[in-house]
């Protein structure tokens, strides 16, 4: 497609009506899930941060022998007791055969077959001959075949998100490998020749923020981007930013690009998307900070289907054009539930933003369950950011009431915490 006509084709989808926030999200959730990324398996060291693709499920009963649950005595009928045995964890013991006898039984042992109780230790004593005497407690104390799930019993749904607990809880089931979604991988293109990569801004330009920050926030929220995916500045010109797009997608399953969004003498993001065939998702967005923003389509000559998230240059919109649009696409390539807002109490007013969806920059006080607004929230400054914990929906037609109930879209805070 020549130059001219990618500036033509872009200008014919200029006009169409910003979509409302919540619908945006849910669109590139729904691409995203038509394209949920192929099922790997991968060794349980190697799952953390994964999907799983398939359900889990337990092939014995959990646990899968009756198990002491204290350190004591196996005991078979009356007592006192003659001690016949000793089983620790990991051993088959011996049958309990005849009243009256008693095997010292460790935490985790399995129980011995004709047991009728366990004595704990600590309330026992022993007789001048040797045997163990006391009173069991009237509660059974071991663990029972399947108290906690039975052989075939599905423990956790496809679509859960791979944790330590998770990866502990397979391990238990005696899983080896787990059937997981492969992690998305992508690419950043930082757009704009006023940028600087390096040292104070001045003379005219500024320092680029995104760059470094972009990749650290997607993968936070479960990507894989490595140094070689953060590619810029990009030339301010239409074959620079075709060929950058184009190479990006041949590797990468979402392409962000930071700037060029908007119709400007430089901002060739939506001449380029047209170059290279792409189908709109999400064609600007009605919500304040973060217009405009957009969501794109591609498929490849192999038939796979890849994604371009077009951010806004101004660094907190571009945040927000990740929260909104870029976060309910990764869950959806994941297989993953649509993330579900939590809710919170605004502990000051937040003002409405008209007809557009306000999102706006709090601190979040979990234990008290209140959100408050923070200072310096300006499109194009990071201070607020940087002291946030999520930002407060404020929907179309309406303002933040102090007192009222709103929902969030929380920020991934540590390496380690999930985002949703």
């Not at 997607?218 to 184009?246: F, K, M, N, S, W």
């Not at 890849?306 to 870029?326: D, H, K, M, T, Y």
């Not at 006080?365 to 929230?377: E, I, M, N, S, Y």
Request: proline share 10%.
């Amino acid at each position: 497609m020549s130059t001219e006509t990618a500036a033509a084709a872009a200008a014919e989808v200029a006009a169409a009506p910003p979509a409302g926030w919540e619908e945006a999200r849910s669109r590139a959730y729904a691409v995203g899930l038509a394209a949920a990324l192929p099922a790997v398996d991968r060794p349980l060291a190697d799952a953390d941060g994964h999907t799983l693709a398939e359900a889990l499920t337990t092939g014995t009963d959990l646990p899968a022998f009756p198990t002491a649950s204290v350190d004591g005595w196996a005991v078979r009928g009356d007592g006192p007791w003659r001690v016949v045995g000793r089983v620790l964890a990991g051993q088959s013991p011996s049958p309990l055969t005849d009243d009256g006898t008693t095997t010292e039984i460790a935490t985790g042992a399995m129980v011995p077959e004709g047991t009728t109780a366990i004595l704990r230790i600590e309330e026992s004593t022993r007789t001048a001959d040797g045997r163990v005497q006391g009173t069991p407690r009237p509660a059974p104390e071991w663990r029972n075949p399947g108290e906690e799930a039975y052989a075939g019993e599905e423990l956790l749904p496809a679509g859960t998100p791979v944790d330590p607990a998770v990866i502990g809880l397979a391990a238990s089931c005696g899983r080896d490998r787990l059937r997981v979604r492969r992690l998305p991988r992508a690419a950043l293109l930082v757009f704009g020749d006023e940028l600087l990569t390096s040292g104070p801004p001045g003379a005219g330009r500024v320092r680029d923020a995104l760059g470094p920050a972009v990749p650290a926030w997607l993968r936070r929220y479960g990507c894989q981007v490595r140094p070689a995916d953060v590619i810029g500045p990009v030339a301010d010109t239409l074959p620079a930013h075709v060929a950058a797009v184009r190479g990006a997608l041949a590797t990468a399953d979402v392409v962000c690009t930071t700037g060029g969004t908007m119709r400007g003498p430089v901002d060739h993001l939506h001449p380029t998307l047209a170059a290279l065939g792409a189908d709109y998702v999400v064609n600007t967005v009605a919500v304040r900070p973060g217009f405009p923003m957009l969501l794109a389509r591609l498929v490849g000559d192999d038939g796979r289907v890849r994604f371009v998230a077009g951010l806004p240059g101004n660094p907190q919109s571009a945040i927000v054009a990740l929260v909104s649009l870029v976060v309910p696409l990764l869950a959806g390539l994941a297989g993953r539930p649509m993330p579900v807002l939590p809710q919170a109490v605004l502990a000051e007013p937040i003002p409405g933003r008209g007809d557009y969806t306000h999102l706006a920059l709090v601190r979040w006080d979990r234990a008290a369950g209140t959100l408050h607004p923070l200072r310096h929230v300006g499109s194009a400054m990071l201070r607020g950011l940087a002291g946030a914990d999520g930002f407060a929906l404020i929907r179309p037609g309406t303002s933040g009431e102090a007192g009222a109930r709103v929902p969030v879209v929380p920020l991934p805070l540590t390496a380690g915490e999930r985002a949703w």
